[in-house]
């Protein structure tokens, strides 16, 4: 079966710092990769997902992924962190005809000013 | 596009009493899935629906948990009897199955309290 580890349970970084958040998965064959982000109170949104071609992924809000197959990691990343960035974020891997997803545990941002 | 729609947002009641968690899925969608969040589990998938039908209920933690899906625009999630362990957000999410892309939208969850 899938899996997927978010070693970073809690990360602080400064206001215009870079980030990376990792993200590795556990999978057979080229999994279908999703990072999600949520804030206090809401539901998931999509950053940015990675079905094939291009292992470097641009998604929403400047974030940016790569898919390295020979290390099964999906990290996220961000030039310059901004306030509002400070949420919680999941990776997550799909399989299967439904691109049923398994998620991660979660990273928690916090961004200091 | 109004997005993912659930109800209620909150839901407080006490163990024993039955409990309906409604989701109205993005337009045209042919899945519907419902996920469950705790601090404990993190997020498990529950159950999901393709085209109305039920395809992998192995998510659903007891028989107290059941999910209908009788159109393409409603689904629900019951728990009967509600115990204080359910206590978690649940959401709903849809998506569109395509050679190239599948990716969920989430609703913004039914936070649910059993006293």
């Known amino acids: 079966a899938q899996s997927v580890t978010q070693p970073d349970i809690h990360i602080t970084v400064s206001e215009g710092a870079s980030l990376e958040l990792r993200c590795n998965y556990s999978?057979?064959?080229?999994?279908?990769l999703f990072w999600y982000v949520q804030s206090p109170g809401q539901g998931l949104q999509l950053l940015l997902k990675?079905?094939?071609?291009?292992?470097l992924v641009q998604g929403i809000k400047g974030f940016e992924a790569e898919f390295k197959r020979s290390q099964s990691s999906f990290n996220l990343r961000k030039p310059s962190v901004h306030w509002s960035d400070a949420a919680e974020y999941f990776c997550a891997v799909g399989v299967g005809t439904a691109s049923k997803l398994t998620f991660g545990t979660g990273t928690r941002l916090q961004v200091t000013l | 596009d109004a997005g993912v729609i659930q109800s209620p947002r909150h839901e407080v009641t006490e163990m024993g009493q039955e409990v309906t968690l409604r989701c109205k899925p993005i337009s045209g969608h042919d899945y519907l899935f419902w996920y469950r969040q705790t601090m404990m589990r993190g997020l498990e998938l529950l159950i999901y629906f393709n085209n109305n039908v039920p395809i992998d209920d192995s998510g659903m933690p007891e028989d107290r948990f059941s999910a209908k899906m009788p159109n393409a625009s409603f689904s629900t999630l019951k728990i009967q009897p509600s115990e204080p362990r359910d206590s978690a957000v649940y959401f709903c999410?849809?998506?569109?199955?395509?050679?190239?892309?599948?990716?969920?939208?989430f609703g913004p969850g039914t936070r649910l309290t059993v006293l």
């Open positions: 999978y057979g064959a080229t999994p279908y």
């Open positions: 990675y079905f094939s071609g291009d292992t």
């Open positions: 999410a849809s998506s569109l199955r395509s050679r190239t892309t599948d990716t969920q939208y």
